[in-house]
């Protein structure tokens, strides 16, 4: 089929306020807010058969072919291409692919370009980048051709593209990419949903109950204000995240008290959202640093840098509270501070900026990815 309309949807970038590495199994409770930096994804006819990739982070464009339902390089330096820049876009696409296929659509010839402000000359900032442009692509391809879904079906079609390369993976990303804004965040059992998909189909799997998995709209905090601070160094979140496993941490003592209080600061937390409670949102955040420290100083993951330190600490000096974002390591920090209190701002900021850490100009999207 051609004629179809060219399509342009971005998804916002996320960050962790609190429960991460909680959130990586089902059911346990994080918040996240989406940030005003976004993946933005274009699709149009390409004017030939197959599908075609490009990237401004990617070297080369990538030339594929549909074969049974997956996507293909068309030569060797296309399947390179494809597995090490695009093979979150490509997961997207087939995810999309099947649900066409399950409606008796065919499988379209697709543009599909991608640029992103997730990045600083390549480098990544931690705001979930490969989450956004799943969530992008998937709207894109869906609205080009002609799905009609709700946020919820494209947030699904994402895990489900997500869960297929990274299992461990929350999906709280994907959440905060779709809905926008603050919002609490359980992940849903993602062997349980990619099992169902297997079964029963695409479909299905937008239909049914997902076992473990809410997402709810949180007001942001009342006279606070969001910084964040850069460290300028990458971090793996899944190689963070794994080096827990190897070292079995997850079913002793240790882990069970890491996810009960986990759980609670973040209840907590979500009630002083909710009631507009600053200085119990301040606490809930410390105890959130304090127990992620807990955690590094057991099992020595290194989530804790000499800057994310330096930068959790020019916070607490102005009465603020900050942590590391996400999974650490490196990446960026958030700090809650006094949104009245100019000259501490500042300070922080000059405090920051001396150890190393860019302070980003750094906004909640209250809007997820755009219809």
């Known amino acids: 089929m051609t004629g179809r309309p060219t399509v342009v949807r971005r998804a916002p970038g996320k960050l962790y306020v609190?429960?991460?590495?909680?959130?990586?199994?089902?059911?346990?409770?994080?918040?996240?807010?989406?940030?005003?930096?976004?993946?933005?994804?274009?699709?149009?006819?390409?004017?030939?058969?197959?599908?075609?990739?490009?990237?401004?982070?990617?070297?080369?464009?990538?030339?594929?072919?549909?074969?049974?339902?997956?996507?293909?390089?068309?030569?060797?330096?296309?399947?390179?291409?494809?597995?090490?820049?695009?093979?979150h876009v490509a997961a997207a696409i087939e995810i999309v692919g099947r649900l066409l296929a399950e409606r008796d659509l065919p499988a379209p010839a697709l543009d599909v370009s991608v640029s992103s402000e997730l990045h600083d000359n390549g480098t990544k900032f931690g705001f979930g980048s490969s989450g956004a442009v799943v969530v992008a692509t998937v709207a894109a391809m869906a609205a080009h051709c002609g799905l009609d879904l709700t946020p919820d079906a494209r947030y699904r079609l994402a895990m489900l593209a997500t869960a297929g390369l990274e299992p461990k993976a929350s999906g709280g990303d994907l959440a905060a990419g779709t809905w926008g804004g603050w919002i609490t965040y359980r992940a849903p059992d993602r062997a349980a949903v990619l099992d169902l998909t297997r079964r029963t189909g695409v479909e299905e799997a937008l239909r049914v109950p997902w076992p473990g998995h809410e997402v709810r709209a949180l007001p942001g905090p009342e006279g606070l204000s969001l910084e964040v601070g850069w460290t300028g160094t990458p971090a793996s979140t899944s190689s963070l995240v794994s080096g827990l496993d190897r070292r079995t941490w997850r079913g002793s003592a240790s882990h069970r008290r890491f996810v009960e209080t986990s759980n609670d600061f973040v209840r907590a937390s979500v009630d002083a959202l909710e009631g507009g409670d600053r200085e119990g949102l301040l606490r809930q955040i410390r105890r959130a640093r304090q127990e992620l420290a807990r955690l590094d100083e057991e099992v020595g993951l290194g989530i804790f840098t000499q800057r994310l330190t330096a930068l959790c600490e020019a916070a607490e000096a102005v009465g603020g509270a900050a942590k590391p974002s996400g999974a650490g390591g490196g990446d960026c920090g958030i700090a809650l501070l006094d949104a009245e209190a100019a000259l501490d701002i500042a300070q922080v900021r000059k405090r920051w900026t001396t150890a190393g850490v860019r302070p980003l100009p750094i906004r909640p999207a209250m809007e997820g990815n755009a219809e």
Not at 40 to 53: A, F, H, K, M
Not at 56 to 70: M, P, S, V
Not at 71 to 81: F, I, T
């Open 18 to 87: 609190a429960g991460e590495y909680a959130v990586v199994e089902p059911g346990n409770p994080a918040i996240l807010i989406a940030v005003d930096r976004y993946v933005t994804v274009t699709v149009s006819d390409p004017g030939e058969p197959g599908v075609v990739l490009s990237s401004d982070l990617a070297a080369r464009t990538a030339h594929c072919r549909w074969r049974d339902g997956r996507l293909g390089g068309s030569g060797p330096q296309d399947e390179e291409l494809l597995r090490e820049s695009f093979a």
